[in-house]
């Protein structure tokens, strides 16, 4: 499979990828989650700034002093798509416009909700900052068809995406499968995608990335960020326990 190096990490290459999650609502929250989550087996962080209220670029900067040894994904997961934010279309590309002006990330997570243009604006200051995309889409309330979930990750890449995400819900085992099937199928063809179903039905594809073709998986710091996040180091310990590479 395709590899993609973003900040020297090489998605698709070996194990998944572990993201952890900061979910801290304000500075002493954030300050207690970084220094919670150094001691954790992560490659990555995720800040989940739909989360924080407070200064944004003092908490970018805490974060970048207090986690400097890996690269930070940042995130404002709107409520439709599972989080905190409120923000309309247009407001919410103008925010993370703003915090690609900030700075002190490497990666940064844009939904696909917000409208293919808006999409493609976005990718393109990402590329001209030097900034990772990942374009996601979440479904909280069920699993899409198999050929509608390439599709989207099909199109996510089209439209400019290092790293197509996709994370859906499943009501039955074979929901999981599907999920499972579309990322193997969509990795083949366009490299590394980041796929989870949630839940805890879905915590077996949290843990099977390596052979599927999702080259990251979330783990839960001090908080989980979405349902069925195992805790990072039992996630690691699975992860090298299943690993091909033995």
Known sequence: MKTIEISGLHFGENLPKICVPLTGGGMPALLSEISYVKSLPADLYEWRADHYFGSFSEALRAL????????????????????????????????LSGLLDQ?????????????????????????KKGVGAVVSRHCFAHTPEEDEMICTLERMKELGADLPKMAVMPKTPQDVLALLNATLRASEKIGPVITMSMGNLGKLSRVSGEVFGSCVTFAAGQEASAPGQLNAEDLRAILEDLSLLQ
Do not use: M, N
């Open 64 to 95: 970048r002093d207090g986690l400097s040894h890996a690269p930070l994904l940042v995130t404002v997961r709107t409520k439709t798509e599972g989080g905190k934010s409120d923000l309309p279309p247009e407001a919410y590309e103008a925010f």
């Open 103 to 127: 700075g002190g990330f490497q990666l940064l997570d844009v939904e696909l909700s917000c409208g293919e243009e808006r999409v493609r604006r976005l990718i393109e200051k990402c590329r």
